[in-house]
């Protein structure tokens, strides 16, 4: 039982290396401060902003019945697609990582903040799977 565990944790470590400190709890009570912009589940509609299912892989500002910023898609010719890097830079301060974005969130300060939103949104999006 206790191998079997250490051995799940250390595939999910190696999937995510920042993942190491994720608490996925704590990730879901942080997207609440996202879901009044925000759905996650495949086919969701979008609200204010995209859906997100998919996130990690179809590319930024790739939504296509989404209408993106300017700046937002200017972004996208620049980095490509979501990480958890530049996620992370993105959600610290939105409007300082994406000067001109549509999103109207102040940020999020704190590191563990960030670190357990993004394994969570891993998980809901279908990237870790
Ligand atoms: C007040 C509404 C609002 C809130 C709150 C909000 N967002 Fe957004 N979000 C948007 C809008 C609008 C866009 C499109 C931005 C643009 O085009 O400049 C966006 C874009 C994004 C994108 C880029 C999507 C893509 O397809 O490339 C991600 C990722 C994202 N938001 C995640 C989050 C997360 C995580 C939170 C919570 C910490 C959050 N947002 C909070 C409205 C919001």
Not at 31 to 41: I, S
Not at 93 to 107: D, H, L, Q, S
Request: proline share 2%; aromatic share 8%.
């Amino acid at each position: 039982m206790k191998i079997a565990m250490i051995a799940g944790t250390a595939l999910a470590f190696s999937q995510a290396a920042s993942a190491e400190e994720a608490d996925l709890e704590k990730g879901a009570k942080v997207f609440k401060k996202c879901q009044a912009c925000h759905t996650l589940e495949e086919g969701a509609s979008n609200k204010i902003g995209p859906n997100l299912y998919g996130m990690f892989s179809r590319g930024v500002a790739a939504k296509e019945d989404f209408r993106y910023s300017d700046a937002m898609t200017e972004k996208a010719g620049e980095i490509g697609s979501w990480n958890e890097e530049n996620l992370a830079e993105y959600l610290e301060n939105p409007r300082k990582y994406v000067p001109g974005t549509n999103m109207a969130f102040a940020g999020l300060r704190k590191e563990s903040d960030r670190t357990n939103l993004i394994a969570y949104l891993k998980q809901e999006t279908g990237a870790a799977e």
